[in-house]
């Protein structure tokens, strides 16, 4: 057996990701959104391509364990055109994928870049996971932690590294809150408590404009991003 055989070892992604591209170029920005099953993450990244699609040049990765189902739910409601959605299918618990081994993460981002070129944005959704899912800093530049007030209003107070060091907290399904008893500020005020100064957005996506909040941070990401070039 040779250990150095390239098929049997193949190259780990474990680095910081650099911010240019091999001709100098500054590649796209990558923003990782993670959270538990139900919470909202496609529809959050739906709703992101539908608010941003007209300024910027978006394109999405998705992760799901077996299936390439949040894929195909993006492509049905055509939030992008489908060569600019790619899915990886982790074969095991979502959060390996984003952190331990981005291997095919990576890969599936910088493929993106070659083939589309000029991309302003990729948004990487992780599987569902638990509180502590969180991304590489070698695959993602900043990461969106997605939770939903059916799941609970103690979930900000339970904290963890998703609630208390993503970029952006997301408290989704805020129109739920009154038929499911989950107090709106208590959430904030426990959310306040566990993360200090990062940001908290609260969202209905049935509500017109509903990811307003979340497109206006992506929006102030990408353009200090391209700034920086």
Same mark, same amino acid.
């Given at each position: 057996m040779h250990l150095d055989h390239p098929e049997t070892f193949p190259h780990r992604h474990t680095h910081s990701a650099e911010p240019h591209r091999p001709d100098?170029?500054? /590649?796209?920005?990558?923003?990782?959104?993670?959270g538990p099953v139900g919470s909202g993450k496609t529809a959050t990244v739906a709703a992101l391509c539908r608010a941003l699609s007209d300024e910027f040049s978006i394109a999405v990765v998705t992760n799901d364990i077996y299936t390439r189902e949040d894929a195909e739910f993006l492509l049905r409601e055509?939030?992008?055109?489908?060569e600019r959605i790619t899915a990886v299918e982790t074969g095991a618990c979502p959060h390996t994928a984003i952190r331990d081994?981005?291997?095919?993460?990576? &890969?599936?981002? &910088?493929?993106l870049e070659e083939e589309l070129g000029g991309l302003d944005l990729i948004l990487v959704e992780s599987g569902g996971d638990?509180?502590?899912? *969180?991304?590489? /800093?070698?695959?993602?530049? #900043?990461?969106?932690f997605v939770i939903d007030t059916a799941g609970g209003d103690d979930i900000p107070r339970k904290g963890g590294p998703?609630? *208390?060091? #993503?970029?952006?907290?997301v408290v989704n399904k805020t129109d739920l809150a009154p038929y499911v008893g989950s107090d709106l500020a208590r959430m904030a005020a426990?959310?306040?408590?566990?993360?200090?100064?990062? @940001?908290? #957005?609260?969202?209905?996506?049935? *509500?017109?404009?509903?990811?307003? @909040?979340?497109?206006?941070?992506v929006r102030e990401r990408v353009t200090a991003w391209t700034a920086a070039a």
């Open positions: 100098g170029s500054r /590649r796209a920005l990558r923003i990782g959104l993670g055509a939030v992008l055109p489908p081994d981005i291997s095919a993460n990576l &890969e599936a981002v &910088e493929e638990n509180l502590t899912a *969180t991304f590489s /800093r070698g695959l993602v530049d #900043a990461q969106i998703g609630v *208390t060091t #993503a970029d952006l907290l426990d959310a306040k408590s566990q993360r200090g100064e990062l @940001p908290v #957005a609260f969202t209905s996506l049935r *509500t017109e404009n509903g990811v307003a @909040p979340v497109a206006q941070w």
